[in-house]
């Protein structure tokens, strides 16, 4: 064997892995910045259809990626299509729960409970059949799932206690007042108006200029009531 030969072939193909691997990172940060900062969601599905998207992002990936797009947008169509794709297709588990965690809030904010139970109803079956070590990594994930079943399916506050305190740990504002919020929600269903209306008002403090302002604002002016619990923030 012609060892310099071989030694060179190494160096090149690990060349390449690494040139592979921070051009992809490269792409997939672009598109980060046009979605996530810019809020341009046209641009980024524009660019996830180039060449080099579909270079470094196999067709699979490229269908997942397109969903936050799609809820920016509100292409209500394009969300029916693309989680019909991926309910039909198998993936890591992983994968998969991100999938349905985008799915509930979307089929709740249109108001098709019955959809959105079964998507619930097949977190809970992917919680089954994880292993205990992927239950545990995914804890929160499910909690989320947990949270929303609880509030607009079940009508149930069961959770309020808890929502308050994950708030009360967390330092960044927006998780921390979207928990209160939540929190808030809880209480107004098991008919704790003094809570409820504390919850509320933490939840204002930490979430100004987010889409939630405007109605917590208005919750607080005119009174709480029945529209705490849509699952539109609007």
Same mark, same amino acid.
């Given at each position: 064997?012609?060892?310099?030969?071989?030694w060179v072939a190494l160096a090149a193909g690990a060349a390449l892995v690494v040139a592979y691997l921070f051009f992809s990172q490269r792409q997939a940060a672009y598109l980060s910045i046009l979605l996530y900062q810019q809020g341009n969601a046209d641009a980024y599905l524009k660019e996830l259809d180039s060449f080099s998207s579909k270079f470094f992002f196999g067709k699979r990936l490229r269908t997942l990626m397109t969903i936050d797009a799609y809820l920016?947008?509100?292409?209500?169509?394009?969300?029916?299509?693309v989680f019909g794709e991926v309910d039909d297709k198998p993936m890591a588990a992983g994968d998969k729960l991100l999938v349905l965690q985008?799915?509930?809030?979307? &089929? /709740?904010?249109l108001g098709q409970m019955d959809k959105a139970a079964d998507v619930y109803a097949r977190i809970q079956d992917l919680k089954g059949r994880m292993k205990e070590k992927n239950r545990?990594?995914?804890?929160?994930?499910?909690?989320?799932?947990?949270?929303?079943?609880a509030i607009y399916l079940e009508h149930s506050g069961k959770y309020a206690d808890d929502l308050v305190r994950k708030a009360k740990e967390l330092k960044d504002?927006?998780?921390?007042?979207?928990?209160?919020?939540?929190?808030?929600?809880s209480y107004y269903l098991k008919k704790d108006m003094r809570k409820c209306t504390d919850a509320l008002k933490r939840a204002q403090t930490r979430?100004?200029?987010?889409?939630?302002?405007?109605?917590?604002? &208005? /919750?607080?002016?005119?009174?709480?009531?029945d529209d705490l619990l849509d699952p539109r923030v609007i």
């Open positions: 064997m012609n060892w310099t030969v071989f920016q947008k509100n292409d209500n169509d394009a969300l029916e299509t985008k799915e509930m809030p979307w &089929r /709740l904010g545990e990594r995914y804890t929160d994930s499910f909690l989320e799932a947990d949270y929303m079943n504002d927006i998780p921390a007042g979207v928990y209160y919020y939540k929190a808030a929600q979430l100004k200029n987010t889409s939630y302002e405007a109605k917590i604002n &208005r /919750l607080l002016k005119d009174g709480i009531s």
